[in-house]
């Protein structure tokens, strides 16, 4: 399997000053290739340049300037391979139909991350093998900077990331190879139906609570982001603000990925098999259109556009995307099956009879069918559905 790994830096002062640097000369080269390209189709030849164009450029520009030097060859050419995604991922959206999103020139503060494509190649792993007690990273022009690793790391290393978070520092390593680690069989098979009063609930009727991980914090964030609209832009005191929202904001992330991993784990030791539905997250959380009033030129009818605010902002809340993304990647190390249903009639469809009516559902949280009388819980009636239309889907794929 191939796993990422990420841990904490701990650089001294210095390399913390030297390793902002290296972030600024990265995007500065960024910045300057995507310059060039957008120059070059403007010109009446309408010039495209590509990456390896680009690529060929980075050893003039080493030459002539002695910042850039400093840095390693292949990370630099691993920025460049970036700017050539954003231009791909550009060109394919323009090509469906989609919203383009012309790539942007990075500021100080949207270009944090930099990479190098292998380990050995301007950086290394575990530097010093020697020291049994500690762990390191060297980092061409920055030397060997400690590492907080809290976890061993399987795998053979492929590429290496130094990411910026805040005021911390991050090293992520991406590892091929990795072994599985499979559980004993559980014997049991369950359905999960996600929500919003629940976090999810199972075909068990077991209900895991939401952890309203922004509700708790959202207090301290509103007067924080009061706090920055009010600084002047440009100013100490609006960076110290920013910076104020960034860790709050950060801090949510990790407790929603905490909780995410923590709720995924229980599912994974205790069954083989887990039906989930599949979610366009994006699709669900998109704004509610303007309904033009057809009696008066130039106005619109309500929409429930404050009311979808809100449910969206509970979605986005309780981290559906993160908490599948963590439960397919620890279901596939512990040799469990995560099956995908369709969605559609999951919730108005009866577990008993199997009839389908929007009048099943009175209220959000009482399922009553009206063909049969069968009363449930409703988002356990859904989570039966889920479990029953998963079991088929693994039987179809099995048989195939």
């Known amino acids: 399997m191939r796993r990422a790994y990420k841990f904490l830096l701990r650089p001294t002062a210095r390399q ?35 990456y390896g164009d680009q690529s060929a450029q980075v050893k003039d520009i080493r030459a002539d300037d002695p910042d850039q030097a400093r840095w390693s060859f292949s990370s630099q050419q691993a920025t460049l391979r970036r700017l050539d995604r954003a231009f791909a991922g550009f060109f394919r959206r323009v090509k469906a139909g989609g919203m383009p999103g012309y790539p942007r020139f990075k500021g100080a503060g949207w270009f944090d991350t930099v990479e190098w494509p292998s380990d050995g190649d301007g950086c290394r792993w575990d530097s010093q093998p020697e020291n049994p007690t500690r762990t390191f990273v060297r980092l061409q022009g920055i030397s060997h900077v400690k590492v907080h690793q809290h976890r061993r790391v399987l795998g053979r290393v492929r590429t290496i990331s130094v990411k910026r978070e805040g005021r911390r520092w991050y090293v992520i390593l991406s590892c091929d190879d990795v072994p599985a680690q499979p559980l004993p069989p559980a014997g049991a098979v369950v359905g999960v139906d996600v929500g919003i009063a629940s976090f999810l609930t199972t075909s068990y009727g077991k209900h895991e609570p939401n952890p ?87 106005a619109f ?74 009363t449930a819980d409703a988002d356990e009636n859904a989570a039966v559905n889920i479990l029953r239309a998963g079991l088929v889907r693994q039987a179809d794929a099995q048989a195939a």
């Open 16 to 50: 913390a000053v030297c390793l902002g640097v290296m972030l600024d000369d990265h995007r500065a080269l960024y910045n300057a290739a995507l310059q060039e390209r957008r120059d070059a189709y403007r010109h009446p030849s309408k010039t495209r340049i590509r």
């Open 212 to 298: 309203t991980c922004l509700d708790r914090s959202a207090g301290w964030l509103a007067a924080a982001q009061r706090d920055l609209s009010r600084r002047r832009r440009g100013s100490a005191r609006r960076r110290k603000a920013a910076a104020r929202v960034g860790t709050i904001s950060r801090s949510v992330a990790r407790q929603r990925l905490d909780h995410a991993h923590k709720t995924a784990l229980g599912l994974v030791r205790g069954h083989d098999l887990i039906a989930v539905e599949k979610l366009t997250i994006k699709g669900m959380t998109r704004r509610a259109r303007p309904r033009p009033d057809p009696d008066t030129p130039g």
């Open 301 to 374: 009818l309500p929409n429930g556009q404050a009311a979808k605010s809100g449910l969206n902002r509970s979605i986005h809340d309780a981290g559906w995307g993160v908490f599948l993304g963590v439960l397919r990647a620890k279901a596939e190390s512990a040799g469990r099956v995560v099956v995908e249903v369709n969605a559609r009639h999951t919730s108005q469809r009866c577990a008993a009879c199997d009839h389908v009516a929007e009048k099943n559902r009175p209220t959000r949280a009482e399922f009553a069918c009206v063909q049969c009388g069968h």
